[in-house]
């Protein structure tokens, strides 16, 4: 299936979002970012579909927000197009997402790859906030995003300077998962996600659900809900599966039920 700004297709039990405005570095705007929720909101509802991976391209994930769309706004016409709902549907999606980043993840684009649960990156892939240079700051979730993941004092570093992160220093700190070289992106993320598809769907449901509740919730609250989310496991018939595929020495066969 394709957009005007993206192209999506799947692969076994994962769907694929490829960003699609090359001769911009895939900057993103509003119909983009449109574009690739609905499509990851569809992937969320077919059962035949179990990890959701997004892509750009060699040159680059995203290169930021499409400025040129932006220039001439006013808060009021913010107010009333409210283009940030779009990228609080992200925060909805139940199933996994992988990001594949090459080259540049910069602004809109670090967003993204943020919104996404697990980040496979190139060598060669940057990070960054510079909206700071631009007057202004991030918008669809940086500041929020990037504060969980690397806390306040790195967080306030890099989006106050605007400076680009590297690869190997975002593993370091915490923002990837994987560092490979470019040509091994996709692969790598592929491999990733179709390793994910193999687990029960039901309880990958819930295991993302009680992990991203304990950035938000206190302790005790977090385990209350891993506690109720462990139990509803025991409704489910991959649960018997998992079990009684263990006892007998087999590998599972998980059906999402």
Known sequence: MSSDFIQSWTEGAVGVIQLNRPKVANALNRQMVQEIVEQAERYDRDQEIRVILVKGSERAFA???DIREMEGETPIRFELADPFADWDRFTRIHKPMVAAVN???????????????LIVAATNARFGFPEVSLGVLPGAG?????????????ALEWIWTGKHISAQEALQIGIINKIVEPELVEEEAFRLARTIVKQA???????KEAVHQAEDVTLADGMMLERKNFYLAFATKDQKEGMKAFLEKRPPIFKGE
């Open 63 to 65: 290169a930021g927000a």
């Open 103 to 117: 080259g540049f993840a910069l602004g809109g684009g670090f967003e993204l790859a943020l919104h996404c649960d």
């Open 142 to 154: 940086g500041t929020q995003l990037l504060t969980r993941a690397v806390g306040r004092k790195k």
């Open 201 to 207: 769907p039901i309880a990958v449901r819930l295991i």
